[in-house]
């Protein structure tokens, strides 16, 4: 896993100021055994090998800009967030061996299935902190969301008779997408004793 960070906060005014945090992971993760039926002992066959990769990149911005209302501070945020994901999946067979071999039997092909998985978000949000007393504090805001993920690959699906033999074997490749929008509204308030 190598996550990364960058943070930078910048004061425009002593009541204005921007925070803007990049963000990174860049991350890979395998699992080998006997995944089909792990109900069994290990029968000395090819092992299912499972294959993830992850990279993402994302930025969120707040602007924060500090109001008085009867002398009482009242912080107002306004902020956008981007996101870009993506992600490889990959099943196919691996060694008959009972060490940690992370190797495809056929490397081209994993014989199982092979995904890879886009996605994206944008969100922007103002809230406002509104402190009627100097220990009470009520904070309203909105936030509108915008989020893409897609599945693209294929996956088999094999029929195994009771000796082992693979009596028929089908491909199904899949193209999915799912785009939506939406807004969220939120009220809190807190108290210090």
């Known amino acids: 896993w190598q996550i990364y960070a960058l943070n930078i906060l910048y004061e ?4 204005t100021r921007i925070h803007s ?26 092992r299912t090998l499972i294959d993830g990769v992850f990279a993402n990149i994302g930025n969120e911005t707040r602007l924060m800009h500090t ?26 067979f691996g060694s008959k061996g009972s ?4 190797t495809y039997l056929d490397q081209d092909n994993p014989e199982q299935l092979l995904y890879k998985n ?22 309203p805001g909105i ?7 897609y599945a693209n690959g294929w ?3 094999r029929i195994i008779d009771l000796a082992g033999n693979l009596v028929q074997s089908s ?13 969220l509204f939120g009220l809190g308030t807190s108290y210090v004793f």
């Open 12 to 15: 425009i005014s002593p009541i």
């Open 67 to 92: 109001i008085f209302i009867n002398d009482i501070p009242a912080n107002i945020v306004l902020g956008a967030r981007i996101y870009q994901g993506y992600s490889v999946q990959k099943q196919g």
């Open 99 to 102: 060490d940690a071999d992370f």
């Open 155 to 157: 996956y088999k699906d």
């Open 143 to 149: 936030r509108v969301e915008y989020i893409a993920t």
């Open 171 to 183: 491909t199904y490749n899949e193209n999915k997408s799912n785009l939506r929008s939406f807004g």
């Open 21 to 46: 945090r990049t963000f990174s992971v860049i991350a890979q993760r395998s699992s080998v055994g006997n995944l089909q039926n792990i109900s069994v002992l290990d029968n000395g066959k090819e």
């Open 118 to 139: 886009p996605g994206k978000n944008i969100a922007g949000f103002l809230e406002c902190v509104i402190r009627p007393t100097e220990n009470w504090s009520i904070v």
